[in-house]
């Protein structure tokens, strides 16, 4: 079975900075998917970035950076140049490549960003 | 492009009446979802399918029926509504290209109180 941890419940972070968003996770599988997912007070589910377990480098995709160290089991999301537009819900998720179809969510960091 | 469209948006039940939540892609996509999200919580995954005809518990099922009768559809009964089932629903596709990298294209949502 997977687990994400999500340890930090909120942040609160000056606009422009970049902040770090911590997850780690726990599982048995040697192939496996990590994702990280945007909610705005709006509720909807953003995709933000992917990243492989097999995968060489770290995903980047434009201010979003996946900040991925196997041997500990983190998938650290980093974004660059906060925005006040980044105030938001974010949850890291995560998926084995076999044995079942599960996307398996933390319990997610509210990251506010002050002008 | 329509994506995943859910209906409602926003219902309330008396305990113990019955409702389906209705979604919908349009992407022709072969995995759908349904998970729901306690306040403050990450996502729970309530069931899944991979295709038409074929449907399996996910986490929290108990309580909930899927039927998926077409690729497009894939709706959720909740019979004998409980305050316990009071939670945003969001119903989610992804292709099968590649299982472990596809993302996960959500709905907006559903929130559904029981009271």
């Known amino acids: 079975a997977q687990k994400i941890t999500q340890t930090q419940p909120g942040m609160f972070v000056q606009e422009k900075e970049a902040v770090t968003l911590d997850c780690t996770y726990d599982?048995?599988?040697?192939?496996?998917?990590l994702f990280w997912y945007k909610q705005p007070s709006s509720g909807e589910m953003i995709f933000l970035i992917y990243?492989?377990?097999?995968?060489?480098q770290n995903a980047t995709e434009g201010r979003y950076s996946l900040n991925f160290q196997k041997a500990r089991k983190s998938a650290n999301l980093v974004i660059s140049a906060s925005q006040l537009g980044d105030s938001a819900m974010y949850f890291c998720?995560?998926?084995?490549?076999?044995?079942?179809?599960?996307?398996?969510f933390g319990t997610g960091t509210r990251l506010t960003i002050i002008p | 492009n329509a994506g995943v469209t859910q209906t409602p948006k926003f219902r309330i039940l008396k305990i113990g009446q019955s409702m389906t939540l209705q979604c919908t892609q349009d992407?022709?996509?072969?995995?759908m979802y349904w998970y729901r999200q306690d306040p403050g919580m990450g996502l729970k995954l309530i069931y899944y399918?991979?295709?038409?005809?074929?449907?399996d518990k996910g986490e929290v099922p108990n309580g909930y029926n899927v039927s998926r009768s077409t690729t497009e559809d894939f709706p959720l009964r909740l019979e004998l509504a409980a305050p316990s089932q009071t939670s945003v629903y969001f119903c989610?596709?992804?292709?099968?290209?590649?299982?472990?990298?596809?993302?996960?294209?959500f709905g907006s949502g559903t929130q559904l109180s029981v009271l």
């Open positions: 399918s991979v295709g038409a005809g074929i449907t």
């Open positions: 599982t048995s599988d040697q192939s496996y998917g």
């Open positions: 998720a995560m998926r084995p490549q076999f044995g079942n179809e599960k996307l398996t």
């Open positions: 989610a596709s992804s292709p099968t290209r590649d299982r472990v990298r596809e993302k996960l294209f």
């Open positions: 992407m022709n996509h072969n995995y």
């Open positions: 990243q492989g377990s097999y995968d060489e």
